[in-house]
C-alpha cells in the first residue's frame, strides 16, 4: 500500500470519529454542569419565578357545598399582575382558619380561592351554601352513647340506626335496623367544623343534635323514625362508601356518564348521596335465645256483641243460630243448642 492511500484511509477514519462524537453529543444534549456551577446555581434553580408571589389555591375540585378541611387548600406561586384583592396571600392570611368554611361558588383544581367564594360559619347563608342542590337539613337528636361518644364531626358520613319495641301479646320484640346510609353530617349542635388545639390535635366534645343533608324524601322518614324509637349514629369507613358506590355502578343503579370531563364530578356526586334502601337489621332473638324473633300477636279487641233477635222469648246469641218455625211460632236456636 502506498503513502497515498494510506494518508486516505487514516482521513476517513478522523472524519468517522468526530462525525460520531458529533452525532453522541446531538442526541445526549448539554452536558451536566460541573460541581462548582451547580453549587452556585442550586438555589437559585429552587427559588419561585420572579415577579410572582403565593396565593391560596384549590388543590382538587372543589363542588358547591364542599366543607373545607386542611387537605383542600395549598399556597402555589401566582404572577404578582394577576392578584386580585380578593385573593388569599400568603403572609395576609391564615389556611388554618379557614377549615370549616363552606364553598359558596365551585373553584376548580389549581384556581386560587376568592373570599367571595367562601362562607365562614355563623354567617348569614352560611347552612344553605353547605346543601348540595335539591337537598334538605335535618337535625336529629343524639346522646353520647347514639353519637360515637362525640367523635362524629362534621365533614364525616355516617348510617342512621333504629331502635325500637313492638308490644303485642307475650313477650315484646325488640329490634334495630339500618334505615338510612352515607348521610353527610353538616354539623353539631351549632358547630359546623371540627376543633383544633394548639397542638394541631383534634378537640373531641360532647353534643345534643346532628345535622345531616338528605333528600326531600329522606327528611321525612327521618321525621317519623324519631317518633318510632331511637336513633343511633353508625359512623362509616372512607372505603365503605367507595365500596358502596363500585356496587351501585355494577348493579346499574348509578350510571356513569361517557364524558370523561363530567365523569370525575359525577362519581364524587354519587359517592356522596344519602342512601335509603336497607335490608340489614337485628331482632332481641339474634343477641340473647331468651328474646323473640317474630312480631307478637295483636290482643283480640271487645267480644262482639250478641246478636238481637226480633222474635219474643228468644234468648241473645253470640254464635250462629238456626230459625226453627213451629206452626205460627218462630225461634232462633243456637247452632248445637236446644229448644
Known sequence: MDARRLLLLVGALVIAVITAFLARTLVIGTPAPVAGAMANGAA?????????????VAKRALPVGTILDATALEFRPWPKDLVQGAYYVRGQSEPAKLQGTVVRFAVPAGQPVTQGAL????????????????MRAVTVPVSAQSAVAGF????????????QTVNGEGPPLRASETVLRNLRVLATDQRTDKQIDDKGKTIVTAYSTVTVEATPKIAEKIAVAQTVGTLSLSLRSLADTQSDLDEAIASGAVSVPEDPAKEKAFLAHAASRPQDASDSFVTGADVSRFQRRTVPAKSEGAAPPPVATSYPGAAPSTGPVVRVVRGSDASLVPVGGKN
Open 152 to 163: 362524629v364531626f362534621p365533614g364525616d358520613h355516617i348510617d342512621l340506626i333504629l331502635t
Open 119 to 134: 362562607v365562614k360559619p355563623g354567617d348569614r347563608g352560611f347552612l344553605a351554601a353547605a346543601l348540595g342542590p335539591g
Open 44 to 56: 437559585g434553580a429552587a427559588a419561585p419565578p420572579v415577579n410572582t408571589t403565593e396565593v391560596l
